[in-house]
């Protein structure tokens, strides 16, 4: 989850340093906006969120496919694939242990409504998700393209995935997510209940 505070101070995202004080207080300090924030108020919590997923892994990953080399499309596609589960315990409210399939389906239909059966999406789940982060690399019908018309194919036993388009997808949902996050009780007490650098 969030990186948690400790004595000595620590970057918790970019720009934003915090530490316990010898009394355990918390201190945290916006480098960037030349603020102190409180990491117990959900709106700081908001801010510290969106700086640590934007800065540290969605900008490098818009980085990265903005040059036309075709070596970076593993490393967006395992951004976007680290980005699916974790925001769908902040929306849920809940932890995913032991449940992370249906966690990264959940997010996955929740981006793209009926466009995919769930079958698809577990199998995409096995064959991309499982791949990268169990055995360093995705599964035999995993196929990548930048060039690809759409983020997400299932064509027979292939899987088409651009990378680049389905960056693009979770960039958007993250955004949505923050207005929602910003305006929705509901939302906002989920959220609240399972982010914590304290």
């Known amino acids: 989850m969030s990186k948690k505070l400790r004595r000595d101070p620590i970057y918790i995202a970019p720009e934003i340093i915090g530490w316990l004080d010898e009394d355990n207080n918390p201190i945290v300090f916006d480098e960037k906006n030349n603020q102190q924030l409180n990491p117990s108020n959900i709106d700081d919590k908001i801010i510290i969120y969106e700086r640590q997923v934007k800065d540290w892994f969605l900008s490098p990953a818009s980085n990265l496919v903005k040059y036309r080399n075709k070596n970076k499309g593993f490393i967006v596609l395992m951004i976007c694939l680290s980005y699916l589960e974790g925001v769908e315990q902040y929306r849920q409210g809940i932890q995913s242990h032991g449940n992370s399939r249906n966690f990264f389906v959940a997010a996955l239909e929740r981006m793209y ?5 769930e079958y698809n999406l577990r199998e995409f789940y096995s064959q991309a998700r499982c791949g990268l982060f169990h055995s360093g690399m995705v599964q035999g019908k995993i196929i990548i393209n930048n ?4 983020s997400l194919e299932f064509d027979g036993l292939d899987i088409r995935v651009s990378p680049k388009k389905l960056l693009e997808d979770v960039e958007n949902d993250f955004n949505e997510y923050l207005t929602e996050l910003r305006a929705t009780q509901d939302i906002r007490e989920k959220f609240d209940k399972m982010y914590s650098n304290i």
Do not use: E, K, R, V
């Open 113 to 117: 409504p009926g466009l995919h059966s």
């Open 147 to 150: 060039l690809f018309p759409n």
